[in-house]
């Protein structure tokens, strides 16, 4: 069995739809695909949603924008005109839930993240019925299915949900296996499930691939394919360093860390549901469809202590809470940890002494972070200071974190370059060394590790 998952940039116009199509229609073994939203459709869907609760709307227009976009990919991907009838009623029928619901949020003012849930669903919601019909054009039984209603069980945290993979798997067992069986080829919405109550949660921005690889552990498949149409993993960022190169295998271990800090190029989660079912992920490009940009599987390329990738992330900040007390304060970090979660805000990591706390949040949230922590002043803490211009360096290869002297070598490599480091996360995983610099080092930083760790040994 095999899951291939497609996203949003891969179906941005009638091309790509087609493109798609074709790649699906090729395979023939027994396949499940996963699809995301059109380029775009979930920010769009998000920020407009978000407007309206403040009681600015043009609920019209944007429906009518919305809908204008998905018939226009139809009519241009979908040749077979009963197929393309069928598209377009879907479609309609769509849009008329979204705009009862977008109409509901403009007038009661408010939206829950009940509602912003199912809102942001739409994206995966319209699409699907898009390449179901290109399917049918070119001969392939395929069938839509919403994840919502098949059973992809959530524990229902909106907006940021996990999956109950057991759960799922039973559903699936019943919703789709039979499907498959009789030769159907399933096109399921990414992004989303539903919650213990039924109701639809997503799995977070950029879930689909997740989302791919909960149904590949649910179906046991051998293979689960991510297509984008980029190359894989790179050694480094190529914007940056313009000798990267593709990384042909990875470890899961390896790929859970590069894409854990920022890369774009898979989902962290994505490793979750795999590692326990062994199933190898194999990275596509939609526009180099013949060969396998990364894999990635448990044992990855066997080089054990060998730099693989030299990622970074300039989407971060750092939030410094001062208070004397810290070290000999109980559950100060717990309590600090719980405001911000509470809050929405997610932290990638927590550097504590006895002075003071460094905290590293997506730069998104640290403003509203550090008004939160402002607050809390008081009994333990004294001062809230906000570091913008912070970019993390994310050096990864399996073991490379016990290798006696190596890190000491990559930071006087840094060093080396003119570079002071602002702060270093060492030992929390034997994978990975990551470290923060200024924003306007960052490229130094990164072509220096690249050049004399992952060039010159090769090489
Ligand atoms: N459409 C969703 C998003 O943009 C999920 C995804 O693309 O994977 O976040
Ligand atoms: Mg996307």
Redesign the pocket.
């Known amino acids: 069995m095999l899951v291939m998952k497609f996203?949003?940039a891969s179906i941005r116009d009638a091309e790509g739809l087609r493109q798609v199509a074709a790649i699906v229609a090729r395979e023939k073994s027994p396949r499940v695909v996963v699809l995301?939203a059109v380029y775009g459709q979930?920010n769009e869907i998000r920020e407009f949603s978000a407007r309206l609760a403040n009681g600015r709307s043009d609920v019209d227009g944007f429906v009518r924008a919305v809908r204008e976009r998905h018939e226009r990919l139809a009519q241009g991907a979908i040749d077979d005109r009963e197929a393309l009838a069928r598209a377009l009623r879907e479609v309609d029928a769509r849009m008329l839930t979204l705009e009862i619901l977008l109409y509901g949020a403009a007038y009661s003012g408010e939206l829950t993240d009940r509602t912003f849930d199912l809102v942001q669903s739409y994206g995966e919601r319209l699409a699907n019925p898009l390449l179901e019909g290109a399917l049918a054009s070119l001969g392939v039984k395929a069938k839509g299915f919403e994840s919502d209603r098949i059973g992809i069980a959530t524990d229902g945290v909106h907006g940021n949900a996990t999956a109950d993979l057991p759960a799922t798997a039973e559903n699936l067992k019943r919703t789709l296996v039979p499907e498959i069986q009789k030769g159907t080829v399933p096109v399921v919405t990414g992004f989303f499930g539903s919650g213990p109550d039924g109701r639809c949660t997503t799995f977070g921005r950029?879930g689909?691939d997740y989302s791919a690889a909960v149904i590949a552990n649910a179906l046991d498949a051998g293979v689960l394919e991510v297509w984008k149409d980029v190359d894989g993993f790179m050694t480094a960022d190529p914007a940056l360093v313009p000798d990267a190169r593709p990384i042909p295998t990875l470890s899961y271990d390896e790929a859970g860390e590069i894409a854990y800090f920022g890369s774009k190029i898979l989902h962290p989660r994505t490793i979750e549901p795999v590692r326990p079912k062994n199933i190898t992920v194999s990275l596509r490009n939609s526009r180099a469809p013949d060969n396998t940009a990364t894999r990635i599987t448990a044992q990855g390329s066997g080089r054990w202590s060998e730099m693989k990738s030299v990622s970074h992330s300039s989407e971060l900040a750092l939030i410094k809470v001062y208070g004397a007390g810290f070290a000999y304060t109980p559950g100060v970090v717990l309590g600090i940890s719980r405001q911000l979660f509470d809050a929405g805000i997610g932290i990638y990591s927590v550097v504590s002494s006895q002075l003071s706390l460094s905290i590293l949040l997506h730069s998104r949230d640290c403003e509203k972070g550090a008004a939160l922590l402002e607050k809390a002043k008081g009994a333990v803490v004294e001062r809230v200071e906000l570091d913008r211009d912070v970019a993390l360096v994310n050096v990864v290869g399996d073991g490379i974190g016990g290798i006696k002297g190596l890190p000491g070598s990559v930071f006087t490599t840094v060093a080396n370059a003119g570079v002071s480091i602002k702060q270093i996360s060492l030992g929390g995983s034997l994978n990975a060394i990551n470290f923060l610099v200024s924003r306007n080092e960052l490229e130094r930083t990164v072509r220096g590790i690249h050049d004399r760790y992952i060039v010159k040994a090769a090489g």
């Open positions: 996203g949003g995301s979930t950029n689909s």
